[in-house]
């Protein structure tokens, strides 16, 4: 049965697909399916998540011949090329990705015997790879640096294919930095006040100074703390940012806190 | 007053013995036996094995823990079980071969009321002719980071090379040693740990970095790998093992059974059926692991030992070792209880228990050589098995053979793993892992068997932290200090 096909950015394709165990009902099935909609579609190759299928098997057409590959890996790889390629996921956006062009296989068949192949073909070597990498949660676009997979999905928004996914990626400027921004302006006055006894300054002046760092003591704690949750705020509104990632933001609090803890004492010891 | 004995006192067993005791007071006797005077946090052999830690760093003295705890330490390899006693007398009983306190070589008889096989693995270097020196210890021509003297041995041998490549090109090989290795994670730890140390004594030009592996694909990590969340991006654990192999100029081979070691030359075959030769100046190789060869013999004094043990000598339990074909694994096979089915009063816990099949998918290569990892037991697993199979024979203890068995099956629990990359306070990186259930559950999650939203992991220099909090947290519950029973496995 033609099943239909994934179009990005559905992100029901960024999944591990699981093993074929069932080389009876499960393979048979999703056989059909991949076969029917390469036909159906006009395609060269499937693999089984593209239609909605979280299993490790892809099919390739070649001179009107279906090969099927069920739990595939490629053991060895060599000459390696730069290969533009297009998908139907991506609307045939040509991209281009670093691929090898000799590859060992090792898959199993319809029996669930395991084969192995040798391609050495750039082409047919460039198709396996993209289809494999369906297979293990991998799109075109992740296979991309940073600045290129910008510039690929502002080339499909401009195509009219994308929603507007602004509000996915990070902001230029984000909310959370004036937690961080205020706390370090706290901190570095802190640290300054370390080093007033070396002045000749009058006991008021020095008692006024403990008290600011009295205050600013628990203000960088808490503000630390409300740093963390307005990040995992951003970090569930968008999807695609690095400077959202937990451990980022556990880093910029630990470094704070340790900060805060070290000159509280230096003021209680100096100061105090 | 019922006597527990414990077999081994690693995480397992020292995590078993340590709670039962808690659980069962000055009432009752628990014994531990274990050819160790020290206690090893393992994850941290990595670091000694770089020279970042030292072996004292890693270790620490078990007899004045146990003393303090009230547990009755023998510091000896128990040799065999003797579940139905012998002639003369019912009562159960192993025998141990002191290796310690004095008395090493000696042997004795200790009965038991119930017992806890927690022995771990042996490190079955002569799996691999030349891994190995023919008497079941590491061979001369490679390292290992498996103990902290191993590591200490890596780090001796791993400086010599970094001294060599300030003048000349030197070849690095890490990874595993056989095709049915496990711990992948740990040789994962290493090269990336040489690597990250190679940079900062300004050799890494002059080293090549190169992996070999049992996995199918880099990433499997023994589980058939997982999501990362790598710079905010989501990707899989095969396209992030790639990049960061890629980005640190580390080649590698995967789906490799290493069948062969000599100076300065491995041999291998991989899953398409090709051989090879990868020559090395420096190799770390993890050795399979096997049981510790602990034999049974009935009332009588006959061998009974493929009665109580698979014929990897691992411990049978309540598993299905009916050895069904891939297709029809399910989560049920694994254990719940540890317990085993002939003898009740007898569990394993941690290493020791025998497996039902892999976990990740089996694999043979084209000439009919399994190639592939085995089951993954990392310490928070075997920890909370060894945690939970106390439980039991507490309650069995105190509230008789009808007592509930506590259950802990791997097909039900996630772990957690931290594999470093790297060692610095601000440079450091990790891999902070997490799988649920550690074995796949393909019913209840069709596809890869598990909970994709519970499996990922995170790599960066938190993970690093955590890892460095995690040797001083376990070291501090291991010691039994204030709070111990408060840190979870």
Redesign the interface.
Known sequence: MVQPLKRYPDESI??????I???HETYQQILTDLIDTIEAEGLEALSAIQIGY??QLMVIKENNTYHAYA?P????QSDPFDSTESSSYFFDQPITVKRYGKL???YDDAE?K???IKIDERDKAATFQRKL?YL???TLL??LL?HQREQAIKALAGKGHMPDLSDAF?PTESKKEYFVSVADKLLFFMFISLFLPLFNLSKETLSGWYTYDKFAFPTVIILMIGFFFYAQYEAKKYK?????????N??VI?KRGIAAIAFAAGAYFILG | MARLIVMGGGVSGHTAATFAKKWLGSEHEVVVVTPNSQWNWIPSNIWVGVGQMTKEDVVFPLAPVYEKAGIDYRQAKAVSIHPEGKADSDKPYITIEYTGQGKAGQTEEITYDYLINATGPKLNFDATPGLGDGNGQLGEHTVSVCTADHAMHANLELKQIFEKAKTQKQKILVGTGHGMCTCQGAAFEYIFNIEHEAKKAGVRDNLEIKWISNESFLGDFGMGGLHMKVGGYVVSSKLFAESLFAERDVPWLIGAHVNKVEAGKVHYELLDGTTGEEEFDFAMLIPPFAGVGLKAYDKAGEDITGKLFAPNGFMKVDADYSGKPYEEWKASDWPRTYQNPDYKNIFAAGIAFAPPHLISKPMTSVNGTPINPTPPRTGMPAGIIGKAVAHSVCDLIKEGENAHLHEASMAEMGAACVASAGKGVFDGTAAAMTVYPVVPDFEKYPGTGRDTDYTFGEIGLAGHWIKHILHHMFIYKAKLNPGWTLIPE
Do not use: E, H, K, L
């Open positions: 960024n999944v591990n697909a699981g093993p165990r069932d080389f979280a299993y739990n890996r490629i053991i060895t060992s296989i090792v669930g395991m084969q192995t990498d293990f949660n991998t992740d296979r940073p990070c695609q940012c690095s400077s959202c990632q937990i451990g980022n556990i880093g630990i």
